[in-house]
Structures are given as C-alpha cells and as structure tokens.
C-alpha cells in the first residue's frame, strides 16, 4: 500500500510536526482529512528519505483507522468462505483476506574497515 503524507505545520520547540496522511489512490483528497501532531524525537532524521519512511511507518496506523471508517459499498461486502477447496464454487464471489506488510525499510548504515 502506497501513503502520501503532508506536513502542514513543524513545531521545532517541541520536536513536532503536524501531518496529514492517507492512501495513495484514496477517494478524498489528502486536505480532507485531519492533521495529526506527531513527535520526531525517535524517527530517523539522517537525511529526507530516511525521514519520510520512518514517519509513514510511524503513521501509518492511521491509513488502518481511516479505512475502518470507510463505509463499504454493497458491491465490495465480503463472504464467508470455509471448507474443501472448490474453485469453481468461488467464482464470483467477493472473498476478504488480511495482507501482511513486510516490515522492510530504509536502514541508516555507516562504513566500518576492519
């Protein structure tokens, strides 16, 4: 899943920013939504890249919530599926399924000769 985030504010005195996040290919536009402060004292401030995955991991909990909000549209209400595997049987029918994120990212790393 692809997030966009915009900072709309930074409060360097307390180490915040103020945030607004929401899925890449979401329905409403990012200004939409609620901006959210967010302490940047443990993300990663090596460089922009670093930056921008450490706080899109650190939100993106958010994405979650936002999308549990969503109504669901009645073409995309889900059915029970249990039992033998039958293929055929599932043809046509709207299945859910959770999706694992990987827990990859951008890692800092320094030179070392040994």
């Known amino acids: 899943m692809k997030t966009i985030i915009k900072i709309v504010r930074h409060q360097p ?3 915040c920013v103020s ?9 409403k536009s990012i200004n939409d939504y609620t901006s959210k402060r967010v302490d940047y004292r443990g993300l990663d401030l090596t460089n922009n890249e670093t930056f921008v995955d450490s706080l899109s991991r650190k ?4 994405i979650e919530m936002q999308d549990e909000k969503e109504d669901i549209i009645a ?4 059915e029970d599926v249990s039992g033998e595997l039958d293929i055929d049987s599932l043809i046509g029918k709207v299945i859910t399924s959770d999706v694992d994120r990987s827990t990859r990212g951008i890692l ?5 000769n040994l």
């Open 59 to 62: 939100c993106s909990f958010r």
């Open 108 to 112: 800092a790393m320094r030179r070392v």
């Open 75 to 78: 073409d995309n209400i889900p």
């Open 13 to 15: 005195e307390s180490n």
């Open 19 to 27: 945030v607004k996040i929401c899925r890449l290919h979401s329905h």
